[in-house]
């Protein structure tokens, strides 16, 4: 978080008698920020990079890899990092809703950083989950851990399922689809735009001397995910048990776009929960052979947007660079192509580890 512009906000608010429309607001929770408790809040310094110059040609062999590179590019004075998107012969374009396109694909990231949607983790006490079970098989503890039965019950036999259901903290957490928020840009006011691509992560614990032939069975995580394109499911067998902690699942947005469409048939013969644009996603897991789930993350990855309808052919020597933080980068976007002989080098970043207290 930027000191100056926190200070900025801080100075807005308190010139007003009442909450406005700028005040900062959690975007997890949905409160207000506590001025009276800015001081017990952190600053992440600011990235120290290597910048390793590179050829043309080889930055061209990382996109052709699927890499999307974070690049230094040098323009009328200014140093900026960018990540490059497209390189010379391709073609990117923004189709009729804005989200952007290279030759017509939309635009995967490996290495992508994962903007926060949901931390079930955090919502403890007054702060309600909005995970719940279909039919009550599974039922969440203080701590945040869903577990599939009490330790003197037998687990309930089959799939049972997990449904998120999505909240808009910015309008009286209303149900609503999952929207592009980017919760560091404070105090800016913007049209937000629906996600469609979802990743998620949570960490699950065997259940300890359960039939071997059960758990053969029964060895699989299932997540079923809503897109505009149709619901989308895709199983993961469940890793052998590492520590006492439990083992990490993830899956990302490719790992859905990959997965198995699910027809109306199948939904109206197999025990499969309902979904929708505001109840975007289901984990099922058989009690039989899980303990218990927790950490449940829900998170997306970058999507970049632009006046649709947009369209830049990339001439020979000439790239599409475009930041991160997609609402507020000026970029290529509103530049057009950058040149080969203005980009410096590839970023190589190095451990950022140091926290600071913002009043420093």
Request: a negative charge; proline letters at 6%; hydrophobic letters at 35%.
């Amino acid at each position: 978080m930027d000191a100056e512009h926190w200070r900025s906000v801080q100075s807005r608010i308190a010139t007003s008698g009442k909450p406005t429309r700028s005040a900062p607001r959690c975007w997890h929770c949905g409160k207000l920020v506590d001025l009276e408790s800015a001081s017990s809040l952190t600053r992440i310094n600011p990235d120290v990079v290597t910048v390793v110059a590179t050829s043309a040609r080889q930055i061209q062999s990382r996109l052709d890899r699927g890499e999307k590179p974070l690049v230094v590019v040098k323009r009328e004075g200014s140093v900026h990092i960018k990540r490059l998107l497209a390189g010379p012969g391709q073609i990117v374009t923004a189709d009729s809703d804005g989200r952007m396109l290279v030759n017509g694909n939309a635009i995967a990231i490996s290495d992508s950083p994962h903007v926060p949607i949901d931390l079930d983790d955090n919502r403890l006490g007054k702060i309600t989950s909005r995970w719940s079970s279909v039919d009550n098989s599974w039922w969440r503890d203080q701590r945040g851990i869903w577990s599939g039965a009490d330790d003197n019950a037998d687990p309930v036999q089959g799939i049972a399922w997990l449904v998120y259901e999505h909240r808009n903290v910015y309008r009286g957490n209303v149900v609503s689809r999952v929207l592009d928020d980017c919760p560091a840009n404070l105090g800016l006011n913007r049209r937000m735009n629906p996600v469609d691509e979802i990743g998620l992560t949570f960490v699950i614990q065997h259940r300890g001397g359960a039939d071997a032939e059960v758990v053969q069975a029964d060895n699989l995580v299932h997540v079923m995910v809503w897109t505009e394109s149709g619901i989308r499911i895709v199983s993961s067998s469940i890793p052998d048990q590492s520590d006492e902690g439990g083992v990490t699942i993830e899956f990302t947005p490719q790992d859905v776009r990959e997965g198995e469409t699910i027809t109306e048939s199948d939904l109206a013969t197999e025990a499969m929960p309902a979904l929708s644009p505001t109840s975007p996603i289901a984990i099922g897991l058989n009690p039989r052979a899980v303990m218990n789930a927790q950490r449940l993350q829900l998170w997306r990855s970058i999507a970049w947007r632009a006046p649709a309808q947009s369209r830049w052919e990339l001439q020979t020597d000439e790239w599409f660079a475009a930041g991160d933080n997609v609402p507020v980068s000026v970029d290529s976007r509103t530049w057009g192509p950058v040149q080969t002989d203005q980009i410096v080098g590839v970023c190589q970043p190095n451990d950022r580890s140091v926290k600071t207290k913002l009043s420093d």
